[in-house]
């Protein structure tokens, strides 16, 4: 998504390198990392969270160079895939802590601010998803709903 409230352009990211074989240091086969993968999402993490475990514990760098498939469309196959994706998943959860900042500041204008600002982002990214189809049609965003989506 593009950085919609704030003025910087937002280019700068980390670069993949050209090679795409296997480094020689992974030693993990694609079936291994595919039980890992299916271990540490039974546990409830996220397929981010996943990715840093294998780079930080196992030095697998790119989970998609040594299976063939991103970490997202294995789970999804597995169907361990979490229900709403990860990135509305944080918005959400960045709402409702928010609103419930403003229950007890409630002269907080700025955060008054913020959480507009949030929200505008949480229909625009639902209104993405419904489009591809990853979330249903009739799925929205009521705050009042909010927290037992996040909890």
């Known amino acids: 998504m593009v950085r919609m409230h704030a003025p910087g352009k937002g280019i700068s990211s980390s670069a993949l390198p050209y090679r795409r074989s296997v480094p020689t240091w992974v030693k993990m086969s694609s079936d291994?990392?595919?039980e890992m993968i299916y271990k540490l999402a039974k546990k409830g993490r996220t397929p981010s969270q996943i990715g840093v475990m294998l780079r930080d514990s196992n030095g697998i760098a790119q989970v998609r160079l040594v299976t063939g498939n991103k970490i997202l469309r294995i789970l999804k196959a597995k169907g361990l895939a979490p229900e709403i994706p990860e990135d509305l998943y944080h918005l959400i959860k960045k709402a409702v802590s928010v609103r419930k900042?403003?229950?007890k500041q409630r002269k907080d204008k700025d955060s008054k601010f913020r959480l507009i600002l949030i929200e505008?982002?949480?229909h625009r990214?639902?209104?993405y998803y419904k489009t591809k189809r990853v979330l249903p049609s009739n799925w929205k965003y009521e705050s009042s709903t909010a927290s037992a989506l996040v909890a």
């Open 101 to 103: 900042h403003l229950e």
């Open 125 to 127: 990214l639902a209104r």
């Open 32 to 34: 291994e990392t595919k």
């Open 120 to 122: 505008s982002r949480i």
